[in-house]
């Protein structure tokens, strides 16, 4: 059960037992987990206002919540008296500080982990005696939480207002003025809103000389937006502009006729509050440094682990296929000193510009609102449609069915060994390898990339592309130290008739990659639009052979080439637009798994029992290579059934926004993600390596029986 209704079971069972027994009193040696006491600022005049304070103390590990708690908690509810006589009309709105943010389960909370007050007006009846004090109380009602448990708390508060004469001065409280400086700032200016699909645009003035850090608001109407999703905010001058996922269940219709809120503007709890009513918000502008949700690791920090994890993926299982293209670039990079740091150059400028294009298209699709990461471009069919076309065009030419210029370095290959192709690609051919390289060595996230990735989509354009560049750079690396230090040239082997040998034996695992890409097509798009790809990729490669054929006869096949494969080409690539695509039956696990949600992790949690977060896709080589060697097996079956471990598996072949928010709050860009948690909250969640071992699950299993 989900702590909100978990907690609204327990709230609605003490409810009853008051409204049949009366007030319950606690029991000496049970006081609230939340301390409270009713304060009052000073004396007040006949007929005017006086501030009020419920002052709450939590013990330490308990929270309370803000008027909005979020996706969890309940706000307080007060019932207010003059005597005994109910007054609820002579006090005011309750004022409540600045709250914090609690992610627990990808579950958002505004709570109050530290001691605070909630300010309350009153009005001091004018037909008051001055002399007097006026006895006033308050039934207040709140929930008290810890991570783990949720508990009602109620109790009956009073006080006493002295009554002085018109006009006389009430002394100053300093309590009270730390207390009224914890409260949110009126905002001077309207706000306003827009809608815009899935997210709402807040327009709020805010004068640009003021400083945010780690921002981000708190919207005080329920059931809006979605608390847990990121939120992204810009610059336009004076004003900030603020995305907010919008609530699934609230749909996607136009902008609420207001929206009350409260800006946090930094860690000290500085804020101000703001009404916004319908109006344009336009998109864009400079992205601030640190939201809610920015890394705190150093830029420096993170360029390395960028660099490292670039350098990483040329060993990633996932990559191996694209290997076959760069070894053959390796074997003759010894033909000539000054052409093999050209080739390598331009090698390593096709791999960066791959990777900061890569990187800005999804940039630019995550300001529009869409909810995607890294090798966001293998979810749609359309792309995967146009790379089984590519690769099996790299398969044909790595047989020699035919002879193709790009990427270049094949024709050398041939044309040492007395083979068809001519001698044009050298720096043009590298610079085509590299990109065919990042665009096809993107898929997966190795170590050091995830944390490097996942920062990207957070920080501010310019440092998220240094981190796009480094990733290229480092995938690029091993070229360019053979490029430019000779003894590495020099120990790779010499030109020869063993590279049409090696070429052939390359031309295997490209044509598994054509067949992973066929597989990922019906995955992705079911098996209408796979067999019309297969249709169209059955008529590209008798395309092929009939150019290798006039090719051998020296006959002109540029026209019948480049137009063919444009024209099959497009084909391929409007065949999931033309027909709605459909999902495949659910292939069968061999480790038994829940679909992954937030509210299903919230509700494993909550049982008690281990949960193992599985999240994969059918495009990540990478996970399938994990899933074959650690997860479905039958020792971690039976160590996972042993110990009772509740299996939610993640599947992003698809977009899936709920996934990538998740994947976002964990600090990583793209799959695969393993992460454990070994017992209900505080226990903290364990993120696995992306590379498992065989006994890596059954070893955590071993810690949680022992």
């Not at 306003?192 to 640009?208: E, S, T």
């Not at 609420?256 to 502008?285: E, I």
């Not at 060697?629 to 599947?651: H, M």
Request: glycine share 10%.
């Amino acid at each position: 059960m989900l702590p909100r209704y978990r907690c609204l079971v327990a709230l609605l069972l003490q409810w009853l037992v008051m409204a049949v027994a009366g007030p319950v009193q606690a029991q000496p040696g049970a006081p609230n987990h939340i301390a409270a006491a009713l304060r009052v600022e000073g004396p007040a005049a006949p007929g005017s206002t006086v501030m009020v304070a419920l002052e709450m103390k939590p013990a330490k590990g308990w929270h309370g919540y803000w008027s909005n708690p979020g996706d969890a908690g309940f706000g307080m509810t007060l019932k207010w008296y003059q005597g005994d006589v109910a007054a609820d009309a002579d006090f005011g709105t309750p004022l409540y500080p600045v709250p914090d943010t609690l992610l627990i389960a990808g579950l958002m909370n505004h709570v109050y982990e530290h001691d605070y007050a909630v300010l309350v007006p009153y009005r001091v009846p004018a037909a008051a005696r001055p002399g007097s004090v006026l006895p006033i109380a308050v039934k207040a009602q709140w929930l008290a939480c810890t991570d783990a448990v949720c508990v009602p708390e109620q109790a009956r508060l009073e006080a006493g207002v002295t009554v002085t004469a018109p006009g006389a001065a009430s002394p100053a409280s300093p309590q009270f003025d730390q207390w009224r400086a914890r409260l949110p700032a009126p905002l001077g200016s309207p706000a306003r809103i827009a809608a815009a699909g899935p997210v709402l645009r807040l327009g709020i003035p805010l004068p640009q000389s003021v400083a945010l850090e780690r921002p981000h608001v708190f919207v005080a109407d329920e059931a809006l937006v979605d608390y847990a999703a990121p939120q992204e905010f810009r610059r336009q001058g004076d004003l900030l502009v603020v995305t907010l996922r919008r609530n699934p269940a609230a749909g996607a219709g136009a902008a609420p006729a207001a929206l009350h809120g409260v800006l946090k503007l930094n860690r000290a709890g500085d804020g101000v509050t703001f009404t916004a009513a319908p109006g344009a918000v336009a998109a864009g502008g400079a992205l601030v440094a640190e939201g809610a949700d920015a890394p705190s690791t150093p830029l420096v920090w993170l360029v390395l682990a960028a660099l490292a994890g670039g350098l990483l993926l040329n060993v990633m299982p996932c990559v191996f296929p694209i290997l076959s293209l760069k070894a053959l670039s390796l074997a003759r990079a010894g033909e000539s000193e000054a052409e093999a740091r050209t080739e390598g150059l331009a090698y390593t400028a096709g791999v960066v510009l791959a990777c900061s294009a890569l990187g800005a298209v999804l940039l630019a699709l995550r300001a529009g609102g869409s909810e995607v990461g890294w090798a966001f471009q293998l979810q749609d069919p359309s792309v995967v449609a146009l790379l089984l076309l590519l690769a099996l065009a790299i398969t044909a030419n790595l047989a020699g069915v035919y002879e193709f210029a790009v990427p270049g370095f094949v024709n050398r290959a041939s044309s040492a060994t007395g083979g068809t192709g001519s001698r044009s690609g050298g720096a043009n051919g590298a610079f085509a390898t590299g990109l065919l390289a990042a665009f096809v060595a993107t898929p997966c996230t190795g170590p050091f990339m995830a944390a490097a990735m996942g920062a990207a989509l957070l920080l501010p354009v310019a440092e998220a592309m240094l981190l796009f560049v480094a990733l290229g750079v480092g995938l690029a690396l091993p070229f360019l130290a053979i490029a430019f230090v000779p003894p590495l040239r020099r120990a790779l082997p010499r030109p020869g008739g063993w590279m049409v040998r090696f070429r052939h034996a390359m031309a295997v695992p490209m044509g598994l990659t054509a067949l992973a890409l066929a597989w990922l097509t019906w995955r992705l798009a079911g098996p209408v639009i796979l067999a019309l790809e297969l249709a169209v990729a059955l008529a590209a490669g008798l395309l092929l052979v009939e150019l290798g054929r006039r090719q051998r006869r020296g006959a002109g096949v540029a026209r019948l080439g480049g137009g063919g494969l444009v024209a099959l080409g497009l084909a391929a690539a409007l065949v999931p637009v033309a027909i709605a695509p459909q999902a495949p039956a659910a292939a069968r696990d061999g480790l038994p798994s829940q679909p992954f949600s937030a509210a299903a992790l919230a509700q494993a949690r909550a049982s008690g029992k281990p949960v193992f977060v599985w999240m994969t896709a059918d495009w990540c080589l990478t996970c399938k290579v994990n899933e074959r060697v650690a997860i479905d097996r039958a020792e971690t079956r039976a160590a996972f059934a042993g110990a009772e471990v509740v299996v939610l598996k993640g599947d992003w072949t698809r977009r899936d926004p709920e996934i990538t928010r998740y994947l976002g709050a964990q600090g990583a860009a793209g799959v695969p993600l393993y992460v454990w948690y070994p017992g209900p909250a505080p226990a903290a969640p364990v993120t696995l390596p992306q590379l498992l071992t065989p006994d890596s699950l059954v070893a955590l299993t071993q810690k949680v029986r022992s």
